[in-house]
């Protein structure tokens, strides 16, 4: 395959990942904070904006000093188009991308990723998040799903569907580890009462309560939630599992000796053996740091493997091989 | 015929494809028409609704501009199919294979020959140095079988007689093909028992035909199985369906310039499993975007390179790079005498009688009848920039004079030709309209032509113009076999 619609289906699964992940975490903070008391509305809207990486871009974008307020925050990760993380950019670039690979991906998800765009732009957003943010999110995060259920339904698993799925699955690993990373970072004493319903949210977040519920039932054990978050085998949100989902793309894919391989293999492995008591005990935060940088590197050693063939890119893999 | 689909029509004086000067239905188009006639007026909205349905579907559509971002439109198809017997239709592709063996001959001959026709003065040198796509940079580089237009779409009409002449040559990147292929698919399913009636010679095998063409001409250094490609702009071409779609036809990458890399004169693509050596492309690119390092620096679509790795003889650029010399409508009016000069044989296919403006003579006798005249500048394509004097306002036609005066090179001149009408769907009833036709010739070893071609037809009335973005659609067009046997059921009702 062509290595720049490789690429383009990469991002394609990136974004619309970026989207449904960005969408569950502003509907979650905005829900918790009406039952919370105003003075942690600050707080939660700064830490969201550390979580995905904005809080330079969001001061940037009110000309270098920008209060925190809900609506401005809000306004920036769901509607600003000059905000390239915002919902509407993500969905945005997942069409483009998904425009350029139409050759490639069955017309359904065409269809689909087309049809979640035109919708957005149909509406006044404005109004949504003045109004009725719930509704806005649900079409979003429920959106998203049709497009990876469409995708799941309609496309051969050939190399197209390798790509798309590696992006998309290696985007939620990274999404995941900053929404444990920052929540857990900034809370000092874990099991205060007043914590509480920080867990719940975060597992609303990955859309995990209900799961994680079935399992510990009423507890809510902090490194229970990262247990799960993490290390579970067979939740389809948890770092490992989005990881090992990964990695198989990776092996059809060819790229079983390279150094994406290597490198996923390695941070999966960390993730299958490591003990959550043990990681609670060495830090929480300085793990979750490595791995987000892991998984990041993982994404560059798949540009450079895939993406970015060049003469002088030949001649430096045989001579480092 | 005063009711049905016929029943207010008349040939206004103009030559009918279908029907004679008295008003009898031509042989040919008698099987159709008795067909179109049992079909209730009110029938034709239903079969209208199936044929967009078909091409809405393919996303069979090209982009207009305007407005900022662009809309894309589907190319109408006329319901109504052109009809043309085997015998005229044998004339027509010996005439285009004729003519583009000549012009073949002749780019070969300038670019990496003895520049023959230049010594001995059939074409005067001056001509093909001033003309806007000679390119020096394609000195020096072969193609085998001297095909330098691999493809060709040789633009036809027909007079008030019903002559057949070459009206221009389409000699760089000709498009519509695409449409001429998808209007057969729609056609079967909008008219199955017409077409059934009739034994129309097949048009689906151009993808198959293209890639052995495009393969025959890989550089020896390929090897057995060359690696051919689609290169196009991208997706914000108004071709850019076209593009996708021949490269799907063929079974082939369709590649944009920054999947292309050239390194020590060979071109490669860069794919998931690293550099895969390129032998044929097959570019839908303009010359002077096609490689920053010979032609425009500033052009980001080019593969910088392109044209060492042709010189050394590592790829094949298709159609070859300098053939716009021969599309310079001045430069037109020699191909009659290139005929002549590099086959020996009389044009079969005549041109339309064109006045050059640097002759006195014939200036003057423009000048003096620019009412009656077409005026074109000798580099544009797509109708752009003409004058159509009957139609012209004075002030328009002061405006002409002076460009013609200034810069008699610059333009060309040819009586008003009537060309030929065709029955075509105007609401619930028919009138004539128009057309043209484009026939696509495809050179290698050997140059086949496909049958039929791209007929467009002017949709509004009384207009000569049939460019898709200027109002025109198009008509499938049947060549008919030389044993016309219906292989239909003549009992059957078109679904």
Known sequence: MLARLAENLFWAGRYIERAEDTARMVDVTYHTLLESPPQETTHAYTQLLEVLHLTGAYEASGGGDRAITPEDVCAFLVRDPGNAGSIVSSISYARENARSVRELISSELWEAVNHLHFTLRARDLDADLADQPFELFRIVKQSCQTVSGVALETMPRDDAWRFLTLGRQLERAEMTCRLLNVRFSQLVDYSAPVAFHHWIAVLKSASGLEAFRKRYRASMDPSEVVEFLLLAPDFPRSVRFALETAERQLDHLGGRTGRATRLLGRTRASLQYRDVVELMDEGLHPFLDQLQDEVAAVADAVATEFFRQSPEGSMYAVATT | ?495
Request: hydrophobic content about 40%; charged content about 25%; glycine content about 10%.
């Open chain 2, 1 to 495: 015929m005063d009711t049905g689909l016929f029943r207010e029509y008349t040939t206004d004086g103009f030559f009918d494809e279908a029907f004679d000067a008295g008003g009898g239905v031509r042989e040919h188009y008698r099987s159709l028409i008795e067909r179109l006639d049992d079909i209730p007026p009110e029938d034709l909205e239903r079969r209208e609704r199936i044929r967009d349905a078909i091409f809405r579907t393919q996303g069979i559509t090209f982009t207009v501009y305007g407005d900022g971002e662009g809309v894309e439109r589907t190319f109408p198809m006329d319901l109504i199919p052109r009809v043309i017997p085997a015998e005229e239709w044998d004339v027509v592709e010996a005439g285009v294979i004729q003519r583009v063996t000549a012009l073949n001959r002749f780019l070969d001959d300038l670019y990496v020959g003895e520049r023959a026709a230049l010594h001995d003065g059939i074409v005067p040198r001056w001509l093909v140095r001033t003309a806007a796509d000679f390119r020096r940079e394609a000195f020096g580089i072969p193609v085998p079988f001297e095909a330098r237009c691999l493809v060709s779409g040789v633009d036809l009409i027909r007079d008030h007689e019903g002559t057949y002449r070459v009206l221009e040559d389409n000699l760089r990147n000709p498009s519509g093909i695409s449409y001429v292929l998808e209007n057969r698919v729609a056609m079967t399913r909008v008219l199955p028992v017409a077409f059934a009636r009739h034994r129309v010679r097949p048009v689906d095998q151009y993808g198959q035909l293209l890639l052995n063409a495009l393969r025959s001409v890989a550089p020896p250094a390929a090897g057995e199985q060359p690696l051919a490609v689609v290169l196009t702009p991208g997706v914000h071409n108004s071709a850019y369906f076209e593009h996708a779609f021949l490269a799907r036809q063929m079974g082939i990458e369709l590649v944009e310039g920054r999947d292309l890399v050239v390194d020590e004169h060979v071109v490669s693509m860069r794919t998931t499993r690293g550099l895969r050596r390129v032998d044929v492309i097959y570019r839908r690119i303009d010359d002077e975007f096609l490689d920053p390092v010979v032609f425009r620096p500033d052009s980001a679509l080019g593969v910088p390179g392109l044209m060492s790795a042709a010189r050394a003889g590592n790829v094949t650029v298709v159609n070859a790079v300098g053939n716009g010399v021969a599309d310079d409508k001045a430069f037109y009016a020699y191909v009659p005498a290139l005929i002549r000069y590099y086959l020996g044989e009389e044009p079969i296919l005549p041109n339309v009688d064109t006045y050059l403006l640097w002759d006195d003579e014939q200036r003057q006798h423009v000048l003096d009848n620019l009412g009656s005249m077409v005026v074109k500048p000798v580099a544009e394509s797509g109708g752009y920039g003409m004058l159509i004097g009957p139609a012209a306002e004075e002030d328009e036609i002061e405006r002409f004079r002076e460009l013609i005066e200034n810069d008699p090179r610059g333009y060309i001149a040819q009586d008003v030709v009537q060309l030929s009408r065709h029955p075509t769907l105007v609401g619930d009833h028919l009138e004539g309209r128009h057309v043209d036709l484009r026939p696509f010739a495809i050179a290698g070893e050997r140059i086949e032509v496909i049958p039929g071609g791209l007929t467009r037809v002017a949709l509004r009335k009384g207009s000569l113009v049939v460019n898709s973005s200027q109002g025109g659609g198009s008509k499938d067009t049947w060549v008919l076999e030389h044993d016309p046997i219906s292989v239909g059921d003549d009992d059957g009702e078109d679904a």
